[in-house]
T-cell receptor, first 113, second 117 residues
Framework: SQTIHQWPATLVQPVGSPLSLECTVE??????LYWYRQAAGRGLQLLFY??????ISSEVPQNLSASRPQDRQFILSSKKLLLSDSGFYLC????????????FGPGTRLTVL | AQKITQTQPGMFVQEKEAVTLDCTYD???????LFWYKQPSSGEMIFLIY??????QNATEGRYSLNFQKARKSANLVISASQLGDSAMYFC??????????????FGSGTRLSIRP
């Protein structure tokens, strides 16, 4: 069966510091991968998605970036965090077919102070 | 324009009662998929149920059913015999452009459901 991991689970970072969140998927190959952000009490905002290694599409221009160095690894980064980057970051994988859902990781709760 | 609308920010329901969570959507694509997810306080997103735009019957999964009214562009989630563990945020979502390998799921703003004992 497929599993998706995210780490760290929680993170407190000062403004201006760098960020690296990691997501890995097990039990499948060539998945579509997604990064979402959820502000407190809000819905999900799609940040990036990837249909293959080094194929990244950005949905929202901001100071975040994403990379996919391996088939089942998806990394969310920032060189300098802003207060507005605080939120709950969810990684998801899916197949891209219209009948397929996305399966989410446990999430990373990021607080920028 | 907002594509997924959930008009109920919060709901309170008595345990064992049925509850309907509203969702309307907007798309010009004839082929699309509709999803419901549950997000408990732990934060994980749990897939509940799926309905395809060409499906003739409403989807059901245990106590969950999706009341799909295509002409009204409505995809309400019905939970029968609610339980305390159903207290959570519920998100309606839609996938368009199914023919594209990069098709994405977009989410509504959610409804917070609270079950009273």
């Amino acid at each position: 069966s497929q599993t998706i991991h995210q780490w760290p689970a929680t993170l407190v970072q000062p403004v201006g510091s760098p960020l690296s969140l990691e997501c890995t998927v097990e039990g499948t190959s060539n998945p579509n991968l997604y990064w979402y952000r959820q502000a407190a009490g809000r819905g999900l905002q799609l940040l990036f998605y990837s249909i293959g290694i080094d194929q990244i599409s950005s949905e929202v221009p901001q100071n975040l970036s994403a990379s996919r160095p391996q088939d089942r690894q998806f990394i969310l980064s920032s060189k300098k965090l802003l207060l507005s980057d605080s939120g709950f970051y969810l990684c998801a994988w899916g197949r891209g077919r219209h009948t397929d859902t996305q399966y989410f990781g446990p999430g990373t709760r990021l607080t920028v102070l | 324009a907002q594509k997924i609308t959930q008009t109920q920010p919060g709901m309170f329901v008595q345990e064992k009662e049925a509850v309907t969570l509203d969702c309307t959507y907007d798309t010009s694509d004839p082929s699309y998929g509709l999803f419901w997810y549950k997000q408990p306080s732990s934060g994980e997103m749990i897939f509940l149920i799926y309905q395809g735009s060409y499906d003739q019957q409403n989807a059901t999964e245990g106590r969950y059913s999706l009341n799909f009214q295509k002409a009204r562009k409505s995809a309400n989630l019905v939970i029968s015999a609610s339980q305390l563990g159903d207290s959570a945020m519920y998100f309606c979502a839609m996938r368009e452009a199914w023919y594209s390998s990069a098709s994405k799921i977009i989410f509504g703003s959610g409804t917070r459901l609270s079950i009273r004992p």
